[in-house]
DNA sequence: CACTTTTATAGGACAGTGTTCTACTCCAAT
DNA sequence: ATTGGAGTAGAACACTGTCCTATAAAAGTG
């Protein structure tokens, strides 16, 4: 009997599988392991999946970051009915989802890739409606959500993205200068 | 007439060569620019001298960094007398050198490199003893200037990270949001 | 100066990359 | 049942990092 071909993959389901598959190598082996033919093989698909269902690898890598900041907004919110241990809790639920996926996390802030943008403002959006709850409990000062909102993300991602790196002094340890950043972000922001 | 042959360059520039041929085109047309055979033409050196005198591409590359990480400690250094106006200074002339080398600043701090050790602490080392300076001056807070340190750092780099991958809302101005963000680090520490 | 050792060079080779093309074949809807 | 869209296999292209060889020029030695 002939060599048996591999079945088609319903069409429905080759995007997703190769968003998976890239999502799943990149988490695993690292973004070296990120080739067209790499992911399509880990999906089950034929390599020509990712030039017919996106614009080719960088089209695949975009929507790989951007199903991250879906996730990732969902796992920084925080319900703490405190409004500062709201904001330490999303602090905390931040460095949380880099530490989970450390690789995604540098794929999503690096230049290499263009999420959607509706879906990064909404992940953006989940921090600023926490710096709205604490200026009503007039914990954090008055000024542009917006603004503010920026300027923590910008504090908190700098830190991550030291640590991920590896290039903070290696005697200082990780967890405690984080919860040190968050406190003096705090104290930067407060009423 | 034969065509002639390109002459040796003399051992002692070949390194210092590719060094500054990588750095050039790392800066004028972006790090996909970066091969081996590129450098290697730009510098006007045989592709082999990036064997012969680094350890392949990444030793260039961390070489390259080394260098950007020694005229980036220099760069911050700031000398006002008054603490407060020296540790602005110091964060103005970090947004400066990352605007005007903002792909050797990608690469600096990115996970494909490992600059020397020593180098990479003298610049920290230089934030460092800014810090102590305003300790000094009852105008930062007492505790480990490490720490300290390490928390400002994160702070700046998190948003030029930003700023160069474009990755703030659309509507902020970068200028005016780091100013803001160094006036929110400083209040953070304040004494 | 002559001689030896070191080292830069040219050029080819290898596997692997993103991308595109063709031919084929299967699935689904008309 | 037939047609057209969509997934597949496989080859091809110009690249990439890396390594190898042979040659020639520079640097160091007597």
Redesign the pocket.
């Known amino acids: 009997m002939p060599t048996v ?7 429905t389901e ?1 995007r997703a599988n190769l968003i998976a598959a890239a999502r799943q190598l990149l988490e695993r082996e690292g973004s070296d392991a ?5 992911v399509a093989a880990e999906a ?10 996106f614009d ?3 089209g695949l890598l975009d929507a790989v970051v951007t199903d991250g900041f879906r996730e990732f907004g969902a796992r920084i919110a925080a319900t703490d009915s405190d409004a500062a241990a709201r904001l330490l809790s999303a602090g905390r639920n931040y460095r949380a989802f880099a530490l989970d996926h450390p690789r995604l996390y540098e794929l999503m802030f690096s230049t290499k890739c263009t999420p959607d943008d509706e879906v990064a403002t909404g992940a953006f959006g989940v921090l600023v409606d926490i710096i709205r709850y604490g200026q009503a409990a007039n914990l954090i000062m008055a000024g542009d959500p917006d603004s503010l909102a920026a300027q923590v993300w910008a504090c908190v991602h700098g830190a991550m993205s030291l640590e991920l790196a590896e290039s903070q002094p290696p005697f200082l340890d990780p967890a405690e200068n984080y919860e040190h950043l968050l406190l003096m972000v705090a104290r930067g922001i407060a009423a």
């Open positions: 071909k591999n079945p088609r993959t319903p069409a080759v990120l080739t067209v033919r790499g089950g698909v034929a390599p020509m999946g990712v030039y017919n269902h080719g690898k960088d």
